[in-house]
């Protein structure tokens, strides 16, 4: 069998929602019987703060991976069925760490070789274009781009799709594929609608169908330790981030 579909949430911007999807979508595919690994990549450790993790007290996970210095098998976490590999205070210092070693862009694809026992990887990615994110687009098979329907929101993606057009340049067909996951959206505001449109003509069927509508449980959800599913399982929130794991599931990579 092929090894796990592997999917990076990038955007260069903050506060989009890469956090909130990776964690959802990793809860969402175990809700429809998938093994999911999810991965935290961020220095920032959000996702494993918002899973109810004690980022500042844990044993290096993904860095010590990446560096070697542990098994995958020992870093990962089994959280309810969901394996989750977080985030320690040491992975801010992984860029500098690796800067002068070589091959230091597949360091994460070699480490996920050893993840053949799931289905997905999910990777939740800074809000930057450095190291982290670029060993997680060699490691992918596809990028999802959380998009919120705003002003400005195509302002820099374009370095986005640069990047993982220059990665599949260097790696061949292996380089990922992209989608845009609509985020936060509000059909009450007329200039999300204008823009949503303007994304469906620019990106046509690399957009997904489902939209993650604007829900306050959807925020509220990590300060209690717990995906939307748990927080608020009966929420659009819950119902949203379920039709996009369907979604995933259904529809293939444009
Ligand atoms: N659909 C949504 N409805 C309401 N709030 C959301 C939604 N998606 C994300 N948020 C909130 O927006 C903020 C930024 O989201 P986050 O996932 O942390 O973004 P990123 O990881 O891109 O920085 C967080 O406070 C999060 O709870
Ligand atoms: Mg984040």
Redesign the pocket.
């Known amino acids: 069998m092929a090894g796990p579909d592997i999917i990076a949430?990038c955007?260069q911007?903050?506060?989009?929602?890469?956090?909130?999807?990776a964690l959802n979508i990793a809860v969402g595919l175990t809700l429809l019987r998938k093994k999911v690994l999810v991965i935290d990549f961020?220095p920032q450790a959000?996702l494993t703060y918002s899973l109810g993790l004690d980022a500042p007290n844990l044993p290096g996970a993904i860095d010590a991976v990446m560096k070697g210095e542990k098994p995958l098998a020992d870093a990962i976490l089994d959280l309810k069925g969901l394996q989750v590999l977080p985030a320690g205070p040491s992975l801010a210092k992984l860029e500098t760490e690796l800067a002068a070693r070589p091959g230091k862009e597949s360091l994460l694809k070699d480490c996920l070789a050893g993840a053949a026992d799931v289905s997905y990887v999910i990777i939740?990615c800074p809000?930057s274009a450095g190291l982290l994110t670029v060993n997680a687009l060699v490691a992918c098979r596809e990028v999802f781009i959380?998009l919120q329907m705003e002003f400005l929101a195509l302002k820099g993606m374009s370095r986005l799709l640069t990047l993982i057009e220059d990665v599949r340049k260097t790696y061949g067909t292996n380089g990922p594929s992209y989608r845009v996951i609509p985020?936060?959206?509000d059909a009450r505001k007329r200039l999300n609608n204008a823009i949503m449109d303007k994304v469906r003509e620019r990106f046509g069927p690399r957009v997904f169908r489902t939209v993650?509508?604007?829900?306050?449980a959807?925020?509220e959800a990590?300060s209690f330790g717990q995906s939307i599913f748990e927080y608020a399982p009966r929420s659009h929130?819950a119902e949203?981030y379920l039709d996009l794991c369907r979604e995933m599931i259904r529809r293939r990579p444009v």
């Open positions: 949430l955007n911007k903050g506060g989009v929602g890469k956090t909130t999807c961020d959000h939740d809000p959380p985020t936060r959206y993650i509508r604007e829900n306050i959807i925020a990590p929130g949203d």
